[in-house]
């Protein structure tokens, strides 16, 4: 299973971004999709859970900012992103679950400048 993350750049503190994670197969056969994120010199951070069943948890940093949702036919996991802080700057990545197997995409850079 191969997972591309895209849609990452540099915005504007306020600005929007939508992130695409599409993925080699099925994404209904991915049982759960995570965003996770990564800033310089800080651990990674789960961002947001999405499930095939279309249930999706965010973090408390993005609640109410960042709404995961998904497209079948492109095979395509996406995150939108709005209300951008400088907080919210870091390397994004999409980790699929299937079982006990996990995969892990490239990242994307997001930039917000203040």
Known sequence: VQLQASGGG???AGG???LSCAASISIQ???IINWYRQAPGKQRELVAVFTSTGTTTYAD???GRFTASRDNAKNT???LMNS???GDTAVYYC???LG???YWGHGTQVTVSS
């Open 29 to 31: 056969n991915i049982n």
């Open 16 to 18: 929007s971004l939508r």
């Open 100 to 102: 006990s197997l996990s």
């Open 10 to 12: 540099l915005v504007q």
């Open 77 to 79: 996991v996406y995150l």
């Open 61 to 63: 940093s993005v609640q």
């Open 84 to 86: 951008l802080e400088p």
């Open 95 to 97: 980790n699929g679950r």
